[in-house]
């Protein structure tokens, strides 16, 4: 570890108090998507205790700047650091001192840790501008779990400028202390789709007087998976999951109408394109096929998550200048969960860290996110923090 690393290291390790009260704070205090204002007005009061100009942006998300007062040797650097601030509509079960005060709401995804953790390294970052050079651009994004606040950043203008972007995830299935910095494919693209097939009703008696819109949509629902298995390569990874399927009205009626509802996981822009061209042939093609016809509605939630190999590179080695060779993860299989983080990293070269908040001796901590029992192991703040600050002041001052 450099001096300068140990010294805001110390920093970060004294705020920790500090960083877990605000995470309990936010944990006790969810927002679902795009409704976090209470959360962005707590966030901007931070902010404004300490100085740091801020603003809306995604209307609940928070857009800060902190600029460096080190002389640059050549052209400034720039780098975006990003949180995603929203909950889940999950009604908590563990009973913890900061549980969920609101019904049917909860941080079940680590977004009050991430939250948490960038305002506590905005804190060390604005005492220490003298530091570094360049500027940072802090972002506390909405509306990550649907799929829509990076676009409406990046679409906004919010991070030009950055020459880096960062961000952070805790993760239950890494230990706490250790961190995950993987280059290439991190996380899968995240497609929604809604299928409406349309019939014509009769008795099931005489089904030749009518058109099954259930028929049809059982016959895609089966069909779909041969597009993973006879039209995508084996060494490929596909997912195409139905989760829903509403249709007809009675037990002796022919369906006049069905609707499905899925989701496509992939991890290459490629195929990404021909997985969705080719769900949209089969849905009309079977419709037409007995009679009906169909059509398919898309929401592109996010890209698959691809870590820039220089960005990831970097972070590796202030992650392991930190704390350890040991504690970094290089490689891991890769996650069908999709993050819009990979939005940043497709406008300015990014790289995200997986942090570890797993302990065994904190069972809740082992749980799956999403969990209605979900809890972390609130030292992963320590590293979360120590990450954000030392990656970004090290990235302008050029020493990474």
């Known amino acids: 570890m450099t001096e300068l690393e140990r010294e805001l290291y110390d920093q970060v390790l004294a705020d920790h108090a500090y ?26 009061q931070e902010l404004d205790a300490i100085g740091v100009s801020h603003r809306r942006c995604a209307v609940t998300g928070v857009r800060a700047e902190i600029e460096g007062t080190l ?31 609101y019904p049917g709401r909860m941080h079940a995804c680590g977004h009050d840790a991430h939250t948490a953790a960038l305002i506590g390294a905005a804190r060390i970052l604005n005492a220490n501008r003298e530091r570094f050079s360049g500027r940072v651009i802090l972002t ?17 203008g919010d991070i030009d400028g950055a020459t880096r972007s960062f961000g952070v995830h805790v993760a239950s299935n890494v230990p706490v202390g250790s961190v995950v910095l993987m280059p290439g494919a991190n996380n899968a693209s995240v ?41 995508t390569s084996p060494m490929e990874n596909v997912l195409i999951g139905i989760g829903k399927l509403s249709a007809g009205t009675a037990y002796n009626v022919i369906a006049q109408e069905a609707e499905l509802e899925g989701t496509i996981r992939v991890f ?19 419709a037409a096929l007995f009679g009906g016809t169909a059509e398919i509605a898309w929401n592109d939630n996010t890209s698959p998550l691809i870590n820039d190999p220089a960005a990831t590179a970097e972070a590796q080695r202030v992650a392991v200048s930190l704390f350890g ?24 070269p990014g790289a995200y860290a997986y942090i570890g908040t797993g302990n065994p001796a904190l069972p809740d901590t082992l749980l799956a996110q999403h969990s209605a029992r979900y ?3 609130e030292d992963a703040l320590r590293v979360a923090a120590a990450l954000y600050v030392c990656y970004t002041v090290e990235y302008l001052n050029g020493l990474v």
Request: aromatic residues 6%.
């Open 268 to 286: 290459s822009p490629e195929l990404r394109r021909q997985t969705k061209a080719q769900l949209d042939a089969l849905v009309k093609q079977t």
């Open 19 to 44: 960083v877990v009260a605000l995470r309990r704070h936010f944990h006790r205090h969810p927002e679902l998507a795009r409704e976090e204002e209470g959360t962005a007005q707590r966030i901007e």
């Open 191 to 231: 497609d929604f789709f809604r299928i409406r097939v349309h019939g014509l009703g009769a008795h099931v008696s005489t089904p030749e007087r009518g058109v099954d819109a259930l028929y049809i949509a059982s016959q895609i629902v089966v069909a779909a998976q041969a597009l993973v298995t006879r039209r």
């Open 375 to 377: 809890d972390i192991d």
């Open 325 to 348: 060779e040991d504690k970094l993860i290089r490689s891991r299989q890769p996650s069908l969960g999709g993050d819009d983080f990979a939005e940043y990293i497709l406008r300015v």
């Open 140 to 156: 506390w994004q909405p509306g990550e779990e649907v799929g829509y606040g990076a676009r409406v950043l990046l679409a906004d």
């Open 71 to 101: 002389p640059s040797e050549g052209e400034p650097r720039c780098i975006a650091l990003r949180a995603d601030i929203d909950a889940l509509p999950i009604q908590q079960e563990n009973e913890v001192p900061y549980k969920s005060l």
